[in-house]
Structure formats: structure tokens, C-alpha cells
Nanobody, 125 residues
Framework: QVQLVESGGGLVQAGGSLRLSCAASGRTFSSYAMGWFRQATGKEREFVAGISWSGGSTLYADSVKGRFTISRDNAKKTVYLQMNSPKPEGTDVYYC??????????????????WGQGTQVTVTS
């Protein structure tokens, strides 16, 4: 089990940039595939990006491909989401997720067993 705490959320203008962080506790962080999801009020949680335990493989939702970058630092037990040129889509809560199984094509909410509490991001035009 890992415990996850997100940070870095806030207000950002469309076209700007923001970096989210997710700090993990637990000795086996480097064994976990990690993901970022987001959820707008009244909508389902959607996959944003995922990264394998080594950082060698990544997945992105088509909506963020080329603008967002997921990365991780296993020594710091932290995963990041660099958001460049976010679109003015209002407010989303971004969640960090972890699963001990391999990343594969893990893009569904139920495929991740550990979740953080979320950090709110508002993108303004």
C-alpha cells in the first residue's frame, strides 16, 4: 500500500503552465505504476496520464497528448504532471493514483487501487 498526497493545484491561465506533484509514502513506491486522473463537477473521473514503475513507459489521454508530461522521481517517491497550455475548461480536481501491477494500458479508474485526495486546478481564459 502507498499513501498519496497531491499538491501544486491552483489557478492557471489557458496557455500557461502548472506542475502538479504527488508525494507517496511507503517503501515500495518504485514498484508501482502511477497515474493522473481528473474530474469535473458532475462528470466522471477521466484518465489523464500514466507512467510505469521505471518511468520508461507512459500513456496519455488524447486530449492532453503533446501538452502534458508525466514523470517520476523514485528516489523522492514523487510523480509529477507538467501541464503546458491547459485548455480553459473550468475547474477539475486532479487525482494521483497508484497500482502495483504493470502499467500496460491501465487507463480506467478501477484499474488503480490507491488514490490521493486530489488537488484542484482551475484554468481560466
Amino acid at each position: 500500500q502507498v499513501q498519496l498526497v497531491e499538491s501544486g493545484g491552483g489557478l492557471v491561465q489557458a496557455g500557461g503552465s502548472l506542475r502538479l506533484s504527488c508525494a507517496a509514502s511507503g517503501r515500495t513506491f518504485s514498484s508501482y505504476a502511477m497515474g493522473w486522473f481528473r474530474q469535473a463537477t458532475g462528470k466522471e473521473r477521466e484518465f489523464v496520464a500514466g507512467i510505469s514503475w521505471s518511468g520508461g513507459s507512459t500513456l496519455y489521454a488524447d486530449s492532453v497528448k503533446g501538452r502534458f508530461t508525466i514523470s517520476r522521481d523514485n528516489a523522492k517517491k514523487t510523480v509529477y504532471l507538467q501541464m503546458n497550455s491547459p485548455k480553459p475548461e473550468g475547474t477539475d480536481v486532479y487525482y494521483c493514483a497508484a497500482d502495483i501491477r504493470q502499467l500496460g494500458n491501465r487507463v480506467r479508474e478501477y484499474e488503480y487501487k490507491n488514490w490521493g485526495q486530489g488537488t484542484q486546478v482551475t484554468v481560466t481564459s
